[in-house]
């Protein structure tokens, strides 16, 4: 695994960036970087397939993931997430799940973990047999899925790391929270009474509490976070930056929309009185929570894809379903390959300015200009992190940075001072924009342990030439050189490396 971290830092040297890009003055060196149009396979973004299972009366029905499929969505075609719908048919009359189904829900988390991908995931009880749908619908009374949430929590924070993000669920036909035969009138679905919102209210905050903190779920419509969680429709009433990321249930409460396009309020997605502020909030809010969802019906104009990219943009949309509905995508011919770059973020390092040399422990100038040119910024949580990158060891050192504000259409600038390695060397400099979690980050081997590379979960950067396919990690094209010195220099507080490989 060594040979292999050394091959790789020699392709990169002839693959790098251009030395016609960079300028330096002797102590520090300052580069561009050309980007790239190509489709990446990015984490929490982008298109997604639709994969559900059941489990009926008898036990049948559950058709678990396979492995080989899903690394296969991520290798040809550069999806990295499913959505994962879990059908709880025969529990809808039962408190109790079974051993036998918790099993298998989990088994599906480590095939997901294996193959290098993530799910959006949902809870529901039932599917109509034909439509209309009939009554009842099947799914269960507010005590009992309390009851199931909880039996469902160990599962959900053992796997809180390959889980994008939670759609509310459990609620009404396909659990989106409509035709329900215990949370409004069965009869007439458009009546919810304040005792049936007080229910659903329930059900939120219990998801809330099974799932960590750092952890998000979706609400089908705007209004039922208005009025779960108690904020009004319009801009003002969505997340500031102050309120984004600290833990509050308005904080951690996103939207799916699974009629986009469909008409001019989405099939009853939109109910504010006008339409556009509904989608006011929504616009707000997601500059901070998670958008996405699936078109539902041709409607030129507005499913072309002039009128849909606009919306997608407006509404930070991170996702898409690619298999429904098919007509519309397809009527937006090759542009689909602009809403595969654009669905959520997509970062391209514009410029470096980067210390040349020190001393041991002595301090690197890092000055980073990175762009977003996608239509949303991440969600969960990432580590930014600078990769000393040497022949024998390698070091790495975490930047105080948060992506999440790294927002649509700006530009954000990295300045910071960190400590060098105080082994003296000869150190490639390069990025790496990490899954928090420790069982999903790229890793150099050290001696005598047994984990091994992990790149699919790394964020790759919109650069050509610049990613290290085997590490995960962005190559900035620049090498630090640790001069030997008699005394070692002294960072004081600064962020310092440690031994990574």
């Not at 005792?195 to 799932?211: F, S, T, Y």
């Amino acid at each position: 695994m060594r040979r292999l971290v050394t091959l790789v830092a020699l392709v990169s040297l002839l693959f790098a960036p251009q030395a016609a890009a960079a300028q330096g003055n002797g102590s520090e060196t300052t580069r561009s970087y050309p980007p790239t149009d190509a489709v990446l396979a990015n984490q929490e973004r982008g298109f997604y397939h639709h994969t559900e299972t059941h489990y009926r009366a008898d036990g049948s029905g559950y058709l678990p993931l396979n492995v080989a499929t899903l690394r296969g969505f991520r290798t040809q075609e550069n999806i990295t997430q499913i959505l994962r719908v879990f059908y709880l048919e025969k529990f809808a009359g039962q408190d109790s799940l079974d051993p036998a189904y918790l099993d298998l829900v989990r088994a599906d988390f480590q095939t997901i973990r294996a193959a290098g991908v993530k799910a959006i995931v949902r809870f529901a009880y039932a599917q109509p047999p034909g439509w209309p749908p009939t009554i009842p619908y099947g799914d269960a009374p507010v005590a009992r899925v309390l009851k199931h949430i909880a039996q469902l929590t160990p599962i959900l924070r053992e796997n809180a790391d390959v889980i994008a993000v939670v759609q509310s669920g459990f609620v009404g036909l396909w659990g989106e929270g409509y035709y329900t035969d215990h949370f409004a009138d069965p009869q007439d679905p458009s009546i919810v009474t304040d005792q049936n919102w007080a229910d659903r209210r329930a059900v939120i905050m219990g998801l809330l509490k099974a799932l960590p903190k750092d952890r998000m779920i979706q609400v089908r419509t705007p209004y039922m976070k208005q009025r779960m969680l108690g904020v009004p429709t319009g801009a003002e009433g969505g997340l500031t930056a102050d309120q984004a990321y600290n833990g509050t249930p308005v904080a951690r409460v996103g939207h799916h929309n699974d009629c986009f396009l469909a008409s001019p309020d989405d099939f009853g997605t939109y109910l504010s009185d006008p339409i556009e502020l509904d989608k006011d909030f929504v616009a707000q809010d997601t500059n901070y929570v998670p958008e996405g969802g699936e078109t539902c019906a041709v409607n030129p104009p507005r499913s072309e894809w002039d009128s849909a990219s606009a919306e997608m943009a407006r509404l930070h949309f991170s996702y898409l379903n690619t298999d429904y509905n098919q007509d519309v995508l397809d009527s937006w011919g090759d542009n689909i390959t602009i809403a595969k770059q654009k669905l959520g973020y997509r970062f391209a390092l514009e410029q470096s300015t980067l210390t040349n040399a020190t001393m041991p422990s002595g301090t690197v100038e890092v000055d980073l200009r990175i762009r977003n040119d996608g239509w949303a910024a991440p969600y969960n949580p990432r580590q930014v992190q600078l990769i000393f990158q040497g022949d024998k060891r390698s070091y790495r050192v975490n930047l105080p940075a948060d992506p999440r504000f790294w927002g649509a259409g700006t530009t954000t600038t990295l300045d910071r001072q960190v400590c060098a390695p105080a082994v003296p060397g000869q150190y490639r400099l390069l990025l790496n924009l990490a899954d928090p979690a420790p069982r999903l980050q790229s890793q150099d081997r050290l001696p005598g342990s047994t984990e091994t590379y992990n790149s699919a979960y790394a964020i790759q950067l919109a650069n050509a030439g610049t990613w290290q396919a085997a590490t995960g990690y962005n190559d900035l094209g620049h090498t630090l050189t640790v001069t030997p010195q008699h005394s070692s220099g002294s960072c004081g507080n600064l962020p310092k490396p440690q031994l990574i490989g």
